[in-house]
């Protein structure tokens, strides 16, 4: 199985996001931009969700893991946005119902018989309250450096 590639610049923090395309468009870009995606990624993205929503609920909050076919992808990556106002997601379970997603994980993958293993680890990351922490606390110290 491949690894995905992940640092810090792979992780942004989205203050007031009006809505689930927004996180999807900025979050693609930041993969399109380091060439980790195609062009195609983004429309690739926002179609798939369209058609297969990713939100999940986990307790006490809800992550989305979008993600689309691996012809949109360059090398495997994972981008991550935390979403300081929770905006209205569709559910994978159920797409006919909504959740409140406050955490985003998008993969790009590039082999599809990774696509399965890979969504159950990032589900098991993001079930790691501890880790989605410090992933916010990681970028809320970087923003306050910046400043």
Sequence with gaps: ???????????????????????????????????????????????????????????????????????????????????KSPITWGRMDDKNQTCQVSFVTMLAIIDPKDHLSMLQKVVGLIRDADLAQRIFCMQETRQRSMV
């Design 1 to 83: 199985m491949a690894s995905l590639k992940f640092d810090e610049s792979l992780v942004k923090i989205f203050e007031q996001p009006p809505n689930r395309e927004k996180v999807e468009r900025d979050l693609a870009a930041k993969l399109v931009e380091q060439g980790y995606a195609k062009l195609s990624f983004t429309e690739a993205i926002l179609q798939r969700e369209l058609t297969y929503p990713t939100g999940l609920e986990f307790g006490s909050f809800a992550a989305a893991i979008p993600h689309c076919a691996p012809e949109n992808v360059n090398t495997p990556a994972l981008c991550v946005g935390v979403l």
